[in-house]
């Protein structure tokens, strides 16, 4: 899932008791995070590492402890647009308790503009259509979903305990209430040998549910690769920058996308790519095909810049 580990911006306006460490997408920057869950109910994916530490076991936060967090902040003065509610699990919580929280929300900061969640497509499963539009009436517009591939084989690999189905229905689901989703895709998830297929699945999954958003991210393996590849029986090679421009220029020739904001910029990408599809599908595979057949002709991030 896309995410950045910096202490949340409200944070230094304001003491919050939050369970560190705390992520959140990159596009929620300058949002308040509201922290209604500790860490992640599935916690199992060997790509994540960041609910692993003891301190993240999960855990739903009180109703008491998330009112008074948000009294506490509008007693402050403190003037907020955008909630992004944390931790990675958010949805896991039900219906009625996810209204409740929208609900104190617009009691202490009628003017919010925007509530915000990562989903887990399997957290959905519970909710109908009604219950998520009564929802994004109260203020949940967008969730971020970490589908990571469209590929079946390659997400039993890695433990996500999802699959192209689980997670087309959940933004099929999502689109039908009214709300909006921000999709992830890990590049370089299967590796040499699953490469294409990965690519390819992936996007026939975006091409079948139209998000509003779509992000690509480099997988990575801060904590060492040795879980990962246990997943694979040990037949994953990771892709070298080559392979993932490669793996992008099979994706984005695959997509037929009729509106969705693209970015490929996040700190783990050595190629950044932005536009909306399709409209700029032509200019961002010349970028790749320059980046892989014209070496130093396409503005590449350095190593020592590329993070998590």
């Not at 896309?2 to 202490?7: A, L, Y």
């Not at 869950?37 to 609910?51: D, L």
Request: hydrophobic share 40%.
């Amino acid at each position: 899932m896309s995410n950045t580990r910096k202490r949340p911006y409200y944070h230094l306006m304001i003491h919050l008791p939050y369970v560190e460490p705390v992520f959140r997408p990159p596009s929620e920057a300058h949002s308040l995070i509201l922290q209604v869950t500790n860490g992640c109910s599935w916690n199992r994916c060997t790509f994540c590492e960041m609910y692993t530490q003891p301190q993240k076991k999960f855990r739903l936060k009180p109703q008491e402890e998330i009112e008074q967090e948000l009294e506490a902040i509008a007693e402050a003065g403190v003037p907020v647009r955008r909630i992004f509610l944390a931790d990675g699990d958010a949805m896991a919580l039900s219906f009625r308790r996810l209204k409740e929280i929208l609900l104190a929300i617009h009691r202490y900061f009628p003017g919010v503009q925007r509530v915000s969640s990562y989903c887990l497509p399997r957290n959905l499963k519970s909710k109908t259509v009604e219950e998520l539009a009564e929802l994004e009436e109260a203020g949940l517009r967008l969730f971020y979903v970490g589908c990571e591939s469209g590929d079946d084989l390659v997400l039993e690999r890695v433990n996500k305990g999802e699959s192209f189905d689980t997670s087309l229905a959940a933004l099929r689901k999502i689109k039908a209430a009214g709300s909006k989703s921000s999709v992830m895709i890990l590049n370089g998830m299967g590796g040499k040998r699953y490469s294409r297929q990965h690519a390819l699945n992936s996007a026939r999954l975006m091409n079948e549910a139209q998000p509003e958003y779509l992000s690509t991210l480099v997988v990575s393996f801060p904590a060492g690769v040795d879980r990962y590849q246990a997943g694979f029986g040990g037949e994953f090679e990771p892709l070298d920058q080559a392979g993932l421009f490669r793996e992008m220029s099979w994706l984005l020739e695959a997509l037929e996308l009729e509106n969705t904001i693209f970015r490929s910029d996040h700190a783990s990408n050595y190629l950044v790519l932005k536009g909306t599809l399709g409209r700029d599908k032509p200019r961002l595979l010349q970028t790749v095909r320059d980046a892989l057949e014209r070496p130093g002709a396409v503005n590449l991030r350095p190593e020592w810049m590329r993070g998590l």
